[in-house]
């Protein structure tokens, strides 16, 4: 059960990482610096965009739910 939540949380751990990198920057942060603040015309659709966030919090509620569990399967 162990290896089974390993798993699933590092694949859960690098779609955050990629996901997170998905989104749009939204001005001022480390986005600007790395050319973020330039606009661009590829996934302007507000409908994609609010499925990314849906997706991102769904993923990130799976990776949450697998550190607590490796946290008491390991502490018991």
Do not use: P, Q
Not at 51 to 70: M, P, S, Y
Request: proline letters at 0%; glycine letters at 18%; one cysteine or more.
């Amino acid at each position: 059960m162990e290896l089974l939540f390993t798993i699933v949380l590092m694949i859960t751990s690098g779609l955050m990482i990629l996901l997170v990198l998905l989104h749009k920057g939204r001005g001022g942060g480390l986005s600007d610096m790395f050319g973020g603040g330039v606009s661009s015309s590829l996934g302007g659709s507000s409908v994609a965009e609010r499925n990314l966030d849906r997706l991102t919090v769904g993923i990130g509620v799976i990776w949450f739910a697998c550190v607590i569990a490796l946290g008491l399967l390991l502490a018991y």
